[in-house]
């Protein structure tokens, strides 16, 4: 528990608000969102507005993340670590990590891919339904018709499927972090 030195109020506050506001912002994006969106607006909107908010989100992430592992490193050193603190180091930089990871690779992947079925969809008149559950039987017989359109389906699942891995891991990794700082509060 020894440290190298104390942090101030002001450090404590600002290393608290961070964490507490990039797990809400992960929450929302993760749990809120997504749901509301695909539920109210078409297929190619909701993906035209999840290519806009998703390298804002992973890069928010990625930096409040970063952010949280500086300070806690700041005041707790290496050498000084017990079992405890380098959990809370390593969640950090989980974090760090896997919102990298999301930012950098998985989601421009997506994106890239998305936007290439979209074309596809556009040419068969598919595209414009709201709603996750509508027209499945059109997509399967695109699948079905179109080799191209079946490879990029499956290119975009795979990363899909990855980032949101990536991005349940780090909203693991958050909240984990943020119940250690809770419970070492020594007042409320």
Request: net charge neutral.
């Amino acid at each position: 528990m020894a440290t190298e030195g104390d942090p101030t109020d002001l450090v404590k506050i600002a290393h608290l608000l961070i964490l507490a506001g990039s797990w809400g912002m992960q929450l929302w994006v993760t749990f809120v969102s997504g749901f509301v969106l695909a539920a109210g607006v078409s297929r190619h909107t909701f993906g035209l507005v999840q290519s806009k908010l998703f390298p804002f989100y992973f890069y928010g992430v990625l930096f409040s993340s970063f952010l949280n592992l500086a300070v806690y490193a700041a005041y707790h050193p290496r050498e000084l670590l017990d079992t405890h603190e380098a959990v809370q180091m390593a969640l950090f930089f989980s974090c760090v990590l896997l919102a990298g990871l999301n930012a950098q690779w998985f989601s421009p992947t997506v994106t890239e891919a998305m936007f290439l079925m979209q074309e596809v969809e556009r040419e068969h008149g598919l595209g414009g339904e709201v709603g996750v559950h509508t027209s499945k039987e059109a997509y399967s017989k695109l699948r079905e018709q179109d080799p191209k359109y079946k490879s990029l389906r499956g290119t975009f699942y795979r990363y899909h499927g990855l980032s949101s891995l990536c991005n349940l891991l780090c909203v693991i990794c958050t909240t984990a972090s943020l119940v250690y700082t809770a419970l070492n509060l020594r007042t409320v």
